[in-house]
Nanobody, 117 residues
């Protein structure tokens, strides 16, 4: 059973940092483009950052200069380093893995809470 496993998150004061990690778990021959979304209470889920098929990172404007993504643990993983966190960054963060390969589909993680006070 292929699924996304997320770790990290928690509570931090404004100006602090947190790191989230995501990996594809389970046997899979699929390649995925990985990204992080977030959803704050009462708001829609929104893209924050990801890495495309050419290993290029991309970021939403509201996180540029503060968030960075990396694949230090190889393909089908994605770490999100979040610095200079602000209360408006409080949300549930979801990892997404999307594959262009036939039969691989799209995976979502269960979400991890990030609270900034």
């Amino acid at each position: 059973h292929v699924q996304l496993v997320e770790s990290g998150g928690g509570s931090v004061q404004a100006g602090g940092s947190l790191r989230l990690s995501c990996r594809v778990s389970g046997a899979s021959s699929c390649w995925y483009a990985m990204s992080w979304f977030r959803q704050a209470p009462g708001k829609e889920r929104e893209f924050t950052s990801g890495i495309d098929g050419y290993s290029r990172p991309n970021y939403a404007e509201f996180v540029k200069g503060r968030f960075s993504v990396s694949q230090d643990n190889g393909e089908n993983t994605l770490d999100l380093q979040m610095n200079a966190l602000q209360p408006e960054d409080t949300a549930i963060y979801f990892c997404k893995a999307e594959s262009p390969m036939y039969g691989c589909g799209t995976l979502w993680g269960q979400g991890t809470q990030v609270t900034v006070s």
